[in-house]
């Protein structure tokens, strides 16, 4: 397995492949509960505008992606309304006794491991890698997580993402656990 940046449209277009196969829509109650479940649909267009700005992370087997986790800027998913009530809601925290506005962050657009792939450690080594990536840039990452995704959760806990504000999401009529990776740890 490679871990790399994103830097092909063909890998752009895995990784919409792959998110496809595992969106809330397309699974079961079952499944959901289980493996959890990604929220945000991206296009094309959409994801590579994201990309071009910083490039998403991904591990690919024999040129396959199998795990992905996006880099988003704030500013590049401006058109995606899913991300709106997160985007603004962070901007109005503090961290460390400092607004969230005076540190230079990124957000994990969305993070995914094929289900051929789970139960080995990758989320693990890919945030690892994310942050080994992005730590010259970005002083932490800051993602959420829907509070019926207990899986995710916990898979970011142990990445060494702690939550640091819950909120309610009035896109998805839901609320969601606002969780940060701090680079400097």
């Known amino acids: 397995m490679k871990f790399e940046r994103a830097s092909s449209d063909e890998s752009i277009r895995q990784i919409l492949n792959l998110q496809k196969r595992n969106l809330k829509k397309h699974l079961s109650d079952a499944e959901k509960e289980s493996q959890g479940f990604l929220t945000a649909e ?24 199998v795990a992905y986790a996006i880099a988003m800027l704030e500013n590049a998913a401006n058109d995606m309304p899913v991300f709106d009530d997160l985007f603004n809601t962070v901007a109005r925290l503090t961290y460390k006794n400092l607004p969230m506005t005076s540190y230079k962050y990124i957000f994990v657009g969305q993070l995914c491991i094929d289900k051929n792939y789970r139960g080995q450690g990758l989320v693990e080594k890919l945030y690892a890698y994310y942050k080994e990536e992005l730590k010259p840039k970005y002083q932490f990452a800051v993602t959420d997580i829907n509070e019926h995704n207990p899986r995710s959760l916990k898979a970011h806990q142990k990445s060494g993402f702690e939550i640091i504000h819950s909120f309610f999401d009035n896109f998805t009529k839901s609320n969601w656990n606002i969780v940060l990776m701090d680079f400097a740890d």
């Open 42 to 65: 991206h296009t094309f267009e959409q994801l590579k505008k994201i990309n071009d700005a910083e490039p998403s992370l991904i591990i690919t087997d024999n040129g396959i992606v």
